[in-house]
């Protein structure tokens, strides 16, 4: 049955006027916030999405609406973990080099798969490392060849926030340090692992907001670009 919350030519009027440029402009399409939308609306952004064709992603999609996307996008893919959904279901064929996410423990999982698969459907190919956090260093020591591997390397932690100046210490590529609200109290929901990680002593760190997977994701997909020469240029 057809949402009587949306008509067609309606498009999105009093509700949103997507950004159909931003490809052409930026390199990388816009995506949908969907946390503090409604299902009616995230769907009727999804069904002008598909009228236009505009590869896009939705990001910090509830159950609600993941099914209202696709409803109107069957063949849009939906990542429970990440909260994601991409449309088309496929990632670009990847170009530029690749991108590593590690996620310190396994509580971080969800901001790691939503930095991962933003890393992909921009065009990078991306793997993901779990459960490598300080507290047991041989886990992320046991991990340097694929670490040196990276063109860029996302690290997602929260509790000390302490694994990013540990893995830029240890590599050559640029570190996105995306701090979670995983932790106990006195870890503020995340503002502790983010205050590490911006007071950190290893160069070459960047740092996103807290939970921030999506920023994070697209800051290394940007630097994965393009792949330096052999003689550094």
Request: charged content about 15%; hydrophobic content about 50%; overall charge negative.
């Amino acid at each position: 049955m057809a949402d009587p919350a949306w008509q067609p030519g309606d498009q999105l009027r009093g509700i949103a006027e997507l950004d159909l440029d931003r490809a052409a402009r930026r390199g990388y399409p816009e995506a949908v916030y969907c946390e503090g939308k409604t299902a009616v609306h995230v769907g009727a952004i999804a069904a002008e999405v598909g009228r236009r064709g505009a590869r896009t992603l939705f990001t910090r999609a509830q159950p609600q609406h993941a099914a209202a996307v696709l409803a109107r996008l069957p063949d849009a893919a939906y990542d429970e973990t990440a909260r994601l959904l991409a449309w088309p279901a496929e990632p670009p064929v990847p170009t530029g080099g690749p991108v590593l996410v590690v996620a310190a423990g396994t509580s971080d999982l969800p901001v790691a798969a939503e930095a991962l698969l933003t890393a992909r459907h921009l065009g990078r190919s991306a793997e993901l490392v779990v459960d490598v956090g300080v507290a047991g260093l041989h886990r992320v020591l046991g991990r340097l060849e694929q670490l040196r591997s990276a063109r860029c390397i996302v690290v997602v932690a929260g509790m000390d926030g302490a694994l990013p100046t540990v893995v830029a210490g240890l590599v050559s590529a640029p570190v996105v340090a995306v701090p979670t609200s995983v932790g106990y109290g006195a870890a503020f929901e995340g503002l502790a692992p983010l205050l590490t990680m911006l007071n950190s002593c290893a160069p070459g760190v960047a740092v996103v907001n807290i939970d921030n997977g999506y920023g994070a994701g697209h800051f290394a997909a940007q630097v994965a670009a393009s792949v330096p020469q052999a003689d550094g240029s």
